[in-house]
């Protein structure tokens, strides 16, 4: 026998609840595994300037002094003020950002100096890196040191937080995936 109308809208009703419980959760697994696939498969993108990466770390045999001046000593301390973040990831960021400064023009968005911050951003957590009693955001000093404290405060001294703190720096999965690739390069270049 066949359902009365009534007893097949109830029917579909009853089902459909269902499946769009069932629907939502697929959905929301699928887009968290899309994000943490990202993040994890390590999207190898070619880093246009790969000769930067050893002009930043230059094959050396004995430990010597890095200048604290130069964006790897700036790099550094940024991430010595931030236990357990890895010095490469904020020089990964510089790297993507603005090639180390090369390239700090305004963006599209209004991100400004080498590090690419916006107005908002800059007022929230800039960081006076040289200690010449100014935030610059186009000062390197400034600029990296900022970035390294919003690194931190988002996570970026915890492994399991380091993408999230990234992705807080800019809200791209593909951003995060570009710059962990270039970190992990500048580790491999650096012998680690």
Not at 126 to 147: E, M
Not at 150 to 171: P, Q
Request: charged residues 20%.
């Amino acid at each position: 026998m066949g359902l009365s109308g009534r007893q097949y809208r109830r029917s579909v009703l009853s089902r459909g609840r269902g499946h769009v419980n069932r629907r939502a959760k697929a959905l929301r697994f699928i887009v968290a595994a899309m994000g943490a696939l990202i993040v994890s498969v390590g999207v190898s993108f070619p880093t246009e300037s790969a000769s930067l990466i050893s002009a930043l770390t230059p094959p050396v045999k004995h430990k010597t002094a890095v200048d604290p001046k130069s964006y790897m000593g700036m790099y550094k301390r940024a991430a010595d003020a931030c236990p357990g973040l890895p010095w490469t990831v904020v020089a990964a960021v510089g790297e993507v950002e603005s090639q180390h400064g090369r390239d700090a023009a305004r963006s599209k968005a209004g991100a400004m100096g080498p590090m690419q911050f916006l107005p908002g951003t800059w007022r929230a957590y800039g960081t006076d890196g040289d200690a010449d009693g100014r935030t610059d955001v186009h000062s390197p000093a400034d600029s990296i040191a900022t970035a390294g404290k919003l690194l931190c405060v988002n996570g970026g001294g915890d492994r399991a937080t380091l993408a999230t703190a990234v992705w807080n720096y800019n809200h791209s999965w593909e951003y995060v995936a570009r710059v962990l690739d270039v970190a992990a390069q500048m580790e491999t270049a650096q012998g680690g």
